[in-house]
Nanobody, 115 residues
Framework: QVQLVESGGGSVQPGGSLRLSCAASESRMNFDTMGWYRQAPGKQRELVATLTSGTITKYADSVKGRFTISRSNAKNTVTLQMNSLKPEDTAVYYC?????????WGQGTQVTVSS
């Protein structure tokens, strides 16, 4: 059973930065896509950023220009650098990984942006 372990969440003031990391327990699993989703209270889970085949990125319009996704294939990790954070970025962030038709999720890490 593959596990995704997230780290790097926390609290930050508006305009600040955070860096989220996610490591897969199976370092040799060849994931097609790795990425991040988030869910704010009372809202549906939404895509934040994904990286497919190592080069194809997709970002939510609300984070374009502020967030950057990257991946280390050697270590099977995916990182989300979040800059210029806004209160509306407050949510639980979930790591996601897909191989063939199987989707894996991390347990989630809280990000709170507040003054």
């Amino acid at each position: 059973q593959v596990q995704l372990v997230e780290s790097g969440g926390g609290s930050v003031q508006p305009g600040g930065s955070l860096r989220l990391s996610c490591a897969a327990s199976e370092s040799r699993m060849n994931f097609d896509t790795m990425g991040w989703y988030r869910q704010a209270p009372g809202k549906q889970r939404e895509l934040v950023a994904t990286l497919t085949s190592g080069t194809i990125t997709k970002y939510a319009d609300s984070v374009k220009g502020r967030f950057t996704i990257s991946r280390s294939n050697a270590k099977n990790t995916v990182t989300l650098q979040m800059n210029s954070l806004k209160p509306e970025d407050t949510a639980v962030y979930y790591c996601n990984a897909v191989v063939d038709i199987v989707t894996y999720w991390g347990q989630g890490t809280q990000v709170t942006v507040s003054s």
